[in-house]
């Protein structure tokens, strides 16, 4: 039993980074086209990607439009989970069912629904609105994040600093913001990751203005570049720094505390 446990579980390994590895070695490839034999070794798509100006732009768009999503889904991430998942609120069933709600939702319908939104109410369509319903699809995950820390957090700890004279917002500012520090670091990375990577309900609200997604997408529909390929792996390793980068700052701010 146990063999064939491990066997499934390199099976599924393999189902999900096959693919990835594939990309990777095409993307190295020689040749315009993608199929073996190999022609050769060569860098020059990935030379291509960083010329591109158009993807260089798209590129320049995604953080624009990232980097706000990241920061609104984990200040209201954190927000709703401490009303969840810590401080004692009436009807939180209600308020999370209708938080998670997006989770059960196809986001085909909710970039229709976004977008008949913005039209019936007369928003233009820009990278805010694509922050905006952005924000409404990652907000789940990063509450989900760091609600997981918030649970774990010793309610004692704040029965003695209220003890010690700690008055609720200094207890909050002393206490439980420190212990949740790490959960808020792994819902801006997931957040960020997510936003970087969302296609469907970007390619409805967004404007003149398209993320690096939206610019791929159609890309592909015409033609399977192998510069596509070596942008893919760029993409793949820059997620992969990302996440190193965010636990190494939580080693050193953990050995620091210690």
Known sequence: MSRLSTLWVWAVFAFMYLPIAMIALFSVNDSKIMSLPFSGFTLKWYAEVMGDGRLGGGFLTTLSVAFPVAICATLLGGLAALAISFYPMRGRGIFAVLLLAPFLIPKLILAVAQLIMFNETGVARSLLTVIAAQTVIVLP???LVIASVLIRIDRGLLEAAADLGASGLSAFRRVVLPLMANGLMASWVVAFVLSSAEYVLTAFVSGRA???????????RFALSPSLNALAVMIVFGNIALVALAELIRRRASK???
């Open 141 to 143: 995950f990063s509450t």
């Open 210 to 220: 398209q993320p690096l997604s939206v610019l791929v997408a159609s890309d592909f």
């Open 256 to 258: 620091t505390g210690a």
